[in-house]
């Protein structure tokens, strides 16, 4: 079973810890910089002249992107400090990389370097037997210190951690501060609020919110905070695996009932299913729509983006007058795991050693360091961060606990058909009940 917090309080602990002082004006931490240790680091290299090629799949695709250019400098860098390495990058989206990844895992033909998710996710592929242990490779050049405190449990199963993050994350709107004060309308303080807003804003013209719901965990990673709402905190689902609720629940009906009244009220794009992650973000980072929820590694491409300036955030707000907005969405991030079968495994290792290390400092340098897993050395203001992004560091220290998304908590078969019955949502409107019982039927079908 994997390692787990005593509770997502100390989630949230480990959250608080990236906001650091480095926030204050300057301000830095005490932590060495991670980037900094690279250097004492060995290069990776092999020990023997044999070309190699390692492939490194990825999810940095875009290249508005602050991280699809750190990762190709890094990679750069290391090749370059080892010319018979060849790093070939496999750059997909995340949809496209989690099938793929699925494809290949069944044919036991998993890249060098692949991408999963935390907890309930990856641990079909860790019990295939699919990923090698990092315990070895965590624990060279200080690598294992440079993480946030207890954010590397989530990637462990049997003391044995496979995956190393690349973030850690919280659920928050990012909202278009020009086209809110276009339509007269304030930060809301309730969803229903919100979801007049959301009417307001379509009566003026202005798209209210963005999604790239072809990537179905974007409308679920939505939902799901509205869930925690109207479950007063966290750990609905927990209560459903523990026999304490099910999904007839007035919580999870009357969540699915808001968040249906959002969709009704024109909130997203027309075809918006059709919109994958990418396209779904670019439509708030080119100022076409007024909000956009997603996590907080978001920051780093609207920061570089034509709305720089332009953009605030807010917590997600109560609904029906219920939960506490100090709890968000949770996400321990993507994460890279080793083939097991990997022809190069010495080399691979060595390379996502380096990779990690150079990971914070390379990150902060591009403006794409807000929420990750690592400790983060150095004063984010002065380094020319913006207003928003200095905001989006500022919640984290508010941070009161949350949840996990649903396909990190549920077993795969029982998320998949969650994600596809709140997909549906988006094209047409159902009984919440009725949708309660695609939830149970999926969660009865599935569990063990």
């Known amino acids: ?60 695709p875009d290249p508005t992107d602050p991280k699809n250019g750190m990762l190709k400098k890094i990679v750069n860098d290391y090749q370059t400090k080892n010319p018979n390495i060849k790093i070939e990058l496999d750059s997909l989206n995340t949809d496209q990389q989690k099938l793929k990844l699925k494809t290949q895992a069944a044919s036991k033909e998993v890249p060098d370097i692949t991408i999963v998710n935390p907890s309930a996710q990856m641990k079909p592929f860790v019990d295939a037997g699919l990923f090698a242990p990092l315990n070895d490779m965590v624990d060279q050049n200080g690598l294992k210190g440079t993480f946030q405190e207890g954010i590397l449990n989530w990637y462990t199963f049997n003391n044995n951690i496979y995956a190393l993050p690349d973030g850690n994350n919280i659920g928050l709107v990012y909202y278009n501060k020009d086209l809110f004060k276009q339509a007269g309308v304030e930060v809301p303080k309730t969803f229903e609020e919100m979801v007049t807003a959301v009417k307001t804003l379509k009566g003026k013209g202005i798209q209210p919110m963005a999604i790239g719901e072809k990537d179905s965990w974007t409308g679920s ?84 983006s034509s709305v720089n300036g332009k953009v605030g955030v807010f917590k997600f707000p109560t609904v029906k007058g219920k939960g506490n907005p100090d709890e968000f969405m949770l996400a321990p991030g993507s994460a890279f795991a080793v083939s097991a079968n990997s022809k190069h495994l010495k080399e691979t290792k060595d390379f996502l050693n380096y990779f990690m290390l150079n990971f914070p400092k390379e990150a902060f340098a591009v403006k794409g360091a807000v929420g990750l897993a690592q400790k983060v050395d150095g004063d984010f203001k002065a380094a020319g961060y913006s207003d928003m992004a200095m905001e989006v560091l500022d919640l984290f220290k508010q941070v009161k606990g949350g949840d996990l998304a649903f396909d990190n908590t549920m077993n795969p078969g029982t998320a998949q058909g969650h994600l596809s019955s709140i997909q549906n949502l988006f094209v047409q409107k159902k009984d919440p009940a009725e949708v309660g019982k695609e939830h149970q039927t999926a969660y009865d079908t599935n569990k063990k």
């Open 221 to 304: 990673f939505l939902f799901m905070n509205v869930l925690l709402r109207t479950n007063g905190g966290p750990g609905f689902l927990q209560a459903v695996v523990d026999g304490k609720k099910t999904f007839a629940d007035p919580a999870f009906t009357d969540a699915v009932s808001s968040f249906q009244d959002l969709i009704q009220a024109g909130a997203f794009q027309e075809g918006a299913t059709s919109f994958d992650y990418n396209a779904g973000e670019n439509l708030f980072k080119t100022g076409k729509a007024a909000m956009y929820y997603m996590g907080s590694w978001a920051t780093g491409g609207i920061e570089t």
């Open 1 to 60: 079973m994997i390692k787990k917090y005593k509770g997502l309080q100390l989630t949230a602990a480990g959250l608080l810890a990236i906001s650091l002082t480095a926030c204050g004006a300057g301000g830095s931490t005490t932590t060495p910089a991670p980037g900094a240790s690279a250097s004492a680091a060995p290069s990776g290299g092999s020990t023997t002249k044999e070309n190699v090629t390692i492939t490194f799949q990825n999810i940095y």
